[in-house]
């Protein structure tokens, strides 16, 4: 059974910082490239940040590239997003996918909420 954990969220003050952990186990983990996306009240759910399988290529939203780092072990099954410069805007559920390579195959996680106060 492929479960997809996220841990780490949390009420921040704007300009902290937070990081994110996703864990995913029941697959081969080195197949899939993850994505972070995420959904604040109101609004669709967002593309964050993905990793390919090997770490090599990262993607970034314009509105967190600068700000936010994404990074995998893929001895360990995670992948982690590092926030840092957090801005109330950055308020929302945080969810961790899995997709396989070449396929429409994913597996997503119940989300994390992060709170960014002003």
């Known amino acids: 059974q492929v479960r997809v954990v996220e841990s780490g969220g949390g009420l921040v003050q704007a300009g902290g910082s937070l990081s994110l952990s996703c864990v995913a186990s029941g697959l081969t983990f080195s197949l899939y490239d993850m994505d972070w996306f995420r959904q604040a009240p109101g609004k669709e759910r967002e593309f964050v940040a993905d990793?390919?399988?090997?770490?090599?290529?990262?993607n970034y939203a314009d509105s967190v590239k600068g700000r936010f780092i994404i990074s995998r072990d893929n001895a360990k099954n995670t992948v982690t997003l590092q926030m840092s410069s957090l801005k109330p805007e950055d308020t929302a559920v945080y969810f961790c996918?899995?997709?396989?390579?070449?396929?429409?195959?994913?597996?997503w996680g119940q989300g994390t909420q992060v709170t960014v106060s002003s």
């Open positions: 996918a899995a997709r396989l390579r070449s396929s429409s195959v994913n597996y």
């Open positions: 990793i390919s399988w090997s770490g090599s290529s990262t």
